[in-house]
């Protein structure tokens, strides 16, 4: 649709068919296979056939160990999904893992091993100037194991190729593992150091049209800013952001800020700035 909607158009109506370009690109976008866009339908559930897709298991992964799940069950899941095509190439695979692994918090690795590897998957993502599903989910992911210049880096990265390509699949989980980033880096690293980081991402302020991840970050930088800094001014930029988010229904947004920043700002904090709201 950004090319060419009665492109678009065409091939929907069967008058005309992907180039092996346009279709290598979709390929990369849905982080897929020819073969698994060509043959079956991606698989939600165990009722219809077709491969699982890298987002189904993703979510499914999350969702067990959220619930206190059997880390069995995920394992198994991880593996089912890893393996349903042979032919996937290895450096896929491996990120593939990492991801679904992380997600789930059953790495069996040491931490040296896992910042090793996910050193390794920064420097791929660094160098590709179009990311899919597979990259923006990693980028969540690989918050946990990066220093905060690597951080820089990625996200940095990752800013440059979702403004070339506003389409990039995936852009809520990159905008998620950037407020994770900014949360880890104000929680356990110095003050200038969080000041660098924040200076660096204050763009996420001036998003003109913000999915929820997307203004969730925006209250991260926020509530980072007032960590740093707590003062009356920037309590107020923190309470005209939670006013704002009822104002215009992000009240998911601000229940995600109180959990990652649950030991980071005064007890209520957030909860008074709603209060306020409502009288």
């Not at 068919?17 to 079956?40: E, K, V």
């Amino acid at each position: 649709m950004a090319v060419s909607e009665s492109s678009l158009g065409r091939f929907e109506n069967g008058r005309t068919q992907l180039s092996a370009a346009s279709m290598l690109q979709l390929c990369g976008d849905l982080a897929l296979l020819p073969s698994q866009i060509l043959t079956l339908p991606n698989r939600i559930d165990e009722h219809i056939p077709g491969e699982i897709s890298l987002r189904s298991v993703f979510r499914q992964v999350t969702q067990i160990q959220t619930f206190g799940g059997n880390n069995d069950d995920i394992l198994n899941l991880i593996h089912q999904f890893t393996t349903q095509l042979p032919g996937m190439p290895k450096s896929i695979v491996v990120i593939q893992n990492f991801v679904l692994r992380s997600a789930a918090g059953v790495e069996p690795n040491s931490d040296e091993e896992m910042r090793q590897q996910a050193l390794q998957i920064l420097v791929r993502l660094l160098q590709m100037n179009n990311w899919g599903a597979l990259e923006t989910h990693a980028t969540e992911e690989l918050t946990t194991w990066l220093s905060p210049e690597q951080l820089t880096m990625l996200f940095e990265k990752g800013k440059r190729v979702i403004l070339k390509h506003p389409l990039t699949v995936g852009i809520d989980y990159y905008f998620s593992g950037l407020s994770k980033a900014i949360a880890q880096v104000v929680d356990h690293y110095s003050p200038n150091v969080g000041r660098t980081m924040l200076a660096q991402f204050k763009w996420v302020l001036t998003i003109p049209d913000p999915t929820p991840m997307r203004w969730q970050a925006a209250g991260t930088w926020y509530l980072a800013n007032y960590v740093l800094a707590p003062t009356t001014a920037n309590k107020n930029l923190v309470e005209r952001y939670v006013h704002a988010s009822l104002r215009v229904g992000h009240p998911d947004a601000i229940d995600h800020l109180k959990k990652l920043w649950l030991k980071r700002v005064p007890e209520n904090f957030i909860n008074d700035c709603v209060t306020a709201y409502r009288e």
